[in-house]
């Protein structure tokens, strides 16, 4: 007997964690929307809810940092 459990016998992968270069395509791909449903249902079997979410936050403060940066210099531009 073993002590670690089961898994079910309909379950192909094993269950890993994801490296960082997937959680940050993978949100990358969400923000887009442009994800794929293999890989979405891959984040929800292997990704950790919070690694995610924190992930998106970071995302969101970028893009929009992003946006920000560009139209400071389109108005500066506009200006001069």
């Not at 269950?15 to 442009?34: W, Y």
């Not at 992003?66 to 400071?72: A, N, Y």
């Amino acid at each position: 007997m073993t002590d670690s459990p089961e898994k079910p016998s309909g379950s192909r992968e094993p269950s890993r964690k994801l490296n960082p270069l997937q959680v940050i395509a993978s949100v990358f791909a969400a923000g887009l929307g442009v994800q794929s449903s293999k890989n979405r249902e891959r984040d929800f079997k292997q990704g950790r809810a919070g690694i995610f979410i924190a992930a998106g936050i970071v995302f969101t403060l970028l893009f929009i940092a992003s946006v920000m940066l560009v139209v400071q210099m389109v108005v500066k531009t506009a200006g001069e």
